[in-house]
């Protein structure tokens, strides 16, 4: 009896130590994943500056078009 739990628990320790030691070998991403996040961090970044300066420009003409009509009708 005791050397079954023994033996479950070597095996659970080995299945365990083989995860941990495989781990560090899942960690490093292969190159076309680090290519496609790199793309995408690009693709968007850009995408992202577009479309904020055309919020920004879309302000800056509601606000001088506000100040021309309260100019013109005040």
């Known amino acids: 009896m ?3 739990i023994l033996k479950s628990k070597l095996a659970k320790a080995g299945i365990l130590t083989t995860l941990v030691a495989s781990g ?3 960690a490093e991403p292969a190159a076309e994943v680090t290519a496609a996040t790199t793309q995408f961090t690009t693709f968007f970044t850009e995408n992202a500056n577009l ?3 055309a919020f ?3 302000a800056f003409v509601a606000i ?3 100040w021309l009509k309260g100019m013109s009708f005040s």
Do not use: Y
Request: glycine share 20%; no cysteine; net charge positive.
């Open 24 to 26: 560090s070998a899942l």
């Open 56 to 58: 920004l420009g879309a």
């Open 51 to 53: 479309i904020g300066g």
């Open 64 to 66: 001088v078009w506000k």
């Open 2 to 4: 005791k050397t079954n």
